[in-house]
Each structure stands twice: as C-alpha cells, then as structure tokens.
C-alpha cells in the first residue's frame, strides 16, 4: 500500500508542475517574481501532499539565510532542493546545462536566475553570473550549490570537490553550510517515499577569508557531522548500521 500511495505522489507531483507551469506561464514570461512565485508554490504543494499522502513530513532548522550568500547544502534527493528552496527569499542553483532542457524546469529555473554549467567550465559562469549583478541586469540572491557535485545516498562518503572553495573565494561572499536527512525517507533514485520527519538544517555561516583548504575542511566537517546527527535522530547510525 505504501508503494502504491508513492507512486500516486510521484504522478500527482509533476503533473502539479506541469499544471502550476502553465497556469503561471503569463506572469513567469515577463516576471522573475512571477516565475518564483510558481516554483514556491509547487514546493508548497509537494511538501504538503508529502505529507498527506506519504506521512512524509518536512521541517526547516536553523536561521534561513538571506541577502547575496552562498548556501552549500548536503544533497541526498529532490526533496532537499523543494525544501530550501521554499524558505529562501530569492533562491538560484547552480546546475547542470542539460537541465535547461528539461520541460518546465529548464525554462522556470533560468527565469529564476539558476546559473547552467557545462562540465569544466563551471568558473566561466559564475564569473558571468557575477558580472551580471554587478551591471544591474541579474537579481542578486542566495546561490544554493551543491559542494559533492550531485545526490549522495545516506552514509556514501564522497569528497567535497574544490569548486565549492573556487566559488566562496570568486564571489567573496560569505557560505552557510546547511545538513540533511531527507535521503532516508525520498530515495535519489526509485518511487518509495517513506514517512516520518525529513529535515534541512541552516548551520552557522562561514565568513569570507578563509583559504581553499580550510573552508573546505570546515564545510565538510560541518556538513557531515551535522548531516550524520540528524540522520541519527531518525533512526540510523551511519558509523554502526552502513559499515
């Protein structure tokens, strides 16, 4: 039964984008605002049929970030994306260049300001991306990154890579790392949604200054540890129970 009320959740939520895609499409195509109010309504919505439907609830922790910072989050599944997300004031990815292709999302996530990247010129980008704000013609707003480089499950260790440290360093803004647990109930990969309490939470900011190894051993330990204990707290012991 369970399988078969996430299955109905996995339908009903991307024909909710496609829905929400279409009926926001005449204010998106003129409007930054338009477009953002479309995607915080369709995190509003998966949150709550999540809920609803799977038991599946969500919460936020921590002070949420605002003003131009960088957030470098754990990223186990689309969840964590919805649930950032839909508390920031004016959240931008960086993401992939082949998303821009994507139906609805592709079109949506570059109205919104998300910066797409092909593979080794990530640098090229953000040194766009900042020119743009500087000129006037790009919002500024929180630039969510992914330090890992894609969806980890729970209790994979994989390294944080240096483009993290290249764009803390290029931007010179300050990095609130934020931690996770959203992978043990919404998988990276397949249909099964499971319930209980999934949560992103906001850790202490890291100022600017800091050289490349030492941000990067800092967000790492922070992240980890952070991410490690709140997966403890729904009921895993990474060290014990995935050695």
Not at 62 to 83: C, M, N, R, Y
Not at 168 to 197: D, H, M, S
Request: glycine share 8%; proline share 6%; aromatic share 8%.
């Amino acid at each position: 039964m369970r399988w078969v009320l996430s299955l109905i959740f996995v339908v009903q939520m991307y024909a909710a984008m496609a829905v929400l895609g279409i009926v926001f499409l005449p204010w998106a195509l003129f409007s930054a605002r338009g477009a953002r109010a479309a995607c915080k309504t369709f995190c509003v919505w998966v949150r709550f049929t999540a809920r609803v439907m799977c038991g599946l609830r969500t919460e936020l922790r921590g002070e949420v970030p605002t003003g131009e910072v960088l957030i470098a989050s754990k990223h186990q599944s689309f969840l964590d994306i919805i649930l950032i997300f839909s508390v920031v004031p004016a959240g931008k990815f960086i993401m992939k260049r082949e998303l821009m292709f994507a139906p609805v999302i592709g079109q949506y996530a570059l109205k919104i300001g998300c910066v797409p990247v092909e593979r080794g010129k990530r640098g090229q980008a953000i040194a766009k991306m900042l020119r743009d704000v500087e000129q006037g013609s790009a919002e500024p707003g929180q630039l969510i990154i992914y330090p890992q480089g894609s969806r980890i499950a729970p209790g994979v260790r994989a390294p944080f890579k240096v483009g993290a440290a290249l764009l803390y360093e290029q931007t010179g803004q300050t990095c609130v790392p934020a931690a996770t647990n959203v992978g043990l109930f919404w998988p990276r990969k397949g249909i099964l949604r499971k319930p209980g309490l999934a949560v992103v939470e906001f850790l202490p900011p890291i100022a600017p200054g800091l050289s490349r190894e030492d941000f990067l051993k800092r967000l790492e330990h922070d992240v980890e540890t952070a991410s490690n204990r709140l997966m403890l707290e729904a009921g895993l012991d990474v060290e014990k129970d995935l050695a």
